[in-house]
């Protein structure tokens, strides 16, 4: 009688190592590069904004109601009006109003990239968008820089000061026109 060779169990055709796990899920080929890893996290992100907005619609009638309530608290009417003493006088809707309008519209992503960044200047492109409708509202904002310790925080506030911009746009561009 001859010694039999045992040959182990081979996975499932589409399966990786064991037969659990899809190929697909498996860890991606050390080939690959750390870009291409996050490229695939970033969309697949952008993929489920998408995919929660098409399942979650927003209603203007909640939404109005949530910011009805948010005025009638005395410290957000504060400072949800801001007003500048420039000729006349401007009065407007203030960041915190946009901030607070954003938490309730719901599906509204805003993302911020640098474009350019030097010793002197940097170039920030700021982009509001409504998931729902697929409508952005990008906004450039350019910055020198000093030649100072305060580079940072002047080049910091610029970007925050950008995205700040960008936000009051898209939370005016996105809510009703209406009176009531």
Request: glycine share 4%; net charge positive.
């Given at each position: ?12 055709p ?60 005395p ?25 607070a ?13 640098t ?66």
């Amino acid at each position: 009688m001859q010694p039999q060779t045992v040959m182990p169990p081979q996975p499932a055709p589409g399966f990786g190592q064991g037969g659990l796990v899809p190929q697909s899920h498996t860890l991606m080929q050390s080939n690959e590069t750390a870009s291409a890893v996050l490229a695939a996290q970033a969309r697949a992100v952008i993929e489920a904004r998408y995919l929660i907005a098409i399942n979650r619609p927003r209603d203007l009638d909640v939404v109005r109601e949530k910011l009805l309530k948010e005025c009638r608290r005395p410290g957000f009417a504060e400072v949800a009006i801001y007003k500048k003493p420039i000729g006349k006088g401007v009065e407007g809707l203030s960041i915190r109003f946009a901030e607070a309008a954003i938490r309730y519209m719901c599906n509204i992503d805003i993302s911020q990239q640098t474009i350019y960044d030097d010793a002197e200047k940097r170039i920030i492109r700021v982009s509001c968008t409504d998931m729902e409708t697929n409508t952005p509202y990008p906004r450039t904002s350019r910055s020198r820089k000093r030649s100072s310790a305060g580079a940072l925080k002047t080049a910091t506030r610029s970007s925050a000061n950008a995205r700040t911009r960008a936000a009051t746009t898209c939370t005016s561009s996105s809510r009703p026109r209406t009176t009531s």
